[in-house]
């Protein structure tokens, strides 16, 4: 079991240096905290006493929701599908990352203009990037909000189509 929660805690370090490298970089690479499985209820809960926008996918059928925060504040949700356990290593879920960025939705803009870059509007007025060299991370930022949101699936277009069908917002 601890060689598992190693492994996993290195491919998320790798996973995400990978995803911010292709959108600038940061601090968003540091290891997260405990990972855990939550209920749709714990989840709510955990987002209600950070005081901050927490974003998910919904309540999404046949899946188990996996939580993790790195020290920076940085939120991963995890959608975890049969037998997977928490703190599997391999990147073959469906996962919602909530980063705190200052001036996020410019950053957005920004790259989204960036060569191998493409972008849509997402709904709720915000925007939708993805590199076209790593396409199964679609970045979406909101006007006035210092929150960047990635959504991630193995699967580019189920990822795309994920960030811009509305179902990607905060937990309430």
């Given amino acids: 079991m601890l060689i ?3 492994v996993v805690v290195g491919l998320v ?4 240096l990978l995803l911010t490298g292709a959108f600038g970089g940061g601090d968003r690479g540091r290891a997260p905290g405990p990972v855990r499985e939550v209920s749709v209820q714990g989840l709510r809960d955990f987002a209600a006493s950070k005081g901050g926008a927490v974003y998910w996918a919904g309540d999404l059928p046949g899946r188990r929701l996996e939580l993790s925060q790195t020290g920076e504040g940085n939120v991963f949700v995890r959608y975890l599908t049969g037998d997977a356990v928490v703190g599997d290593g391999r990147p073959a879920f469906t996962t919602v990352g ?3 960025a200052e001036g996020a939705y410019a950053e957005v803009r920004k790259r989204s203009r960036g060569r191998d870059m493409e972008n849509k509007p997402a709904p709720g007025g915000g925007l939708a990037t993805w590199s076209k060299k790593r396409p199964s991370s679609v970045y979406v930022g909101y006007p006035g909000s210092d929150l960047l949101v990635e959504v991630y699936d193995p699967d580019p277009q189920r990822a795309r189509t994920l960030a811009l069908s509305g179902d990607v917002g ?3």
Wanted: aromatic share 8%; proline share 15%.
């Fill in 4 to 6: 598992a929660v190693a």
């Fill in 170 to 172: 905060p937990i309430r």
């Fill in 13 to 16: 370090v790798v996973a995400v």
């Fill in 98 to 100: 909530t980063y705190p």
